[in-house]
């Protein structure tokens, strides 16, 4: 889990800085512009480097991996439409870029432990 983090958190660095510089400003246009694009195209996309990541380290083969994230990726996806919109207005209203990978991963915290019972349900 420490490891796919790490993948994500560069991904998440990288994907707020190219947002500021396509959006700046703090806007309430500009901020729900930026929470759209953060839900409509990072998470698909850390959703499934988050399973990739953990299907490289666990040597999964290609066919385990798509059926994992064909049966759960969708439950991560409805989860991050719970957490993460009222996460990112403050994200992006509020706080300086530099910071926003730190609160990201704060709010990750409790986030992840769903990520983690999700990853592992047999069911």
């Not at 947002?19 to 698909?44: E, H, I, N």
Request: glycine share 4%; hydrophobic share 45%; charged share 20%.
């Amino acid at each position: 889990m420490a490891i796919s983090g790490c993948t994500v958190g560069v991904l998440c660095h990288y994907w707020y800085h190219a947002l500021d510089r396509k959006f700046p400003g703090r806007s309430l246009k500009t901020v729900a512009k930026k929470v759209m694009l953060d839900q409509f195209l990072c998470s698909p996309i850390t959703i499934s480097v988050f399973f990739l990541t953990l299907a490289l380290l666990e040597r999964t083969s290609v066919e385990e991996f798509v059926e994992e994230v064909k049966k759960k990726a969708w439950r991560l996806y409805v989860a991050e439409w719970i957490i993460w919109p009222p996460a990112q207005v403050i994200n992006f209203y509020i706080l300086p870029t530099r910071y926003r990978v730190l609160y990201d991963n704060t709010i990750s915290l409790g986030y992840d432990v769903y990520t983690s019972y999700v990853k592992h349900d047999q069911s």
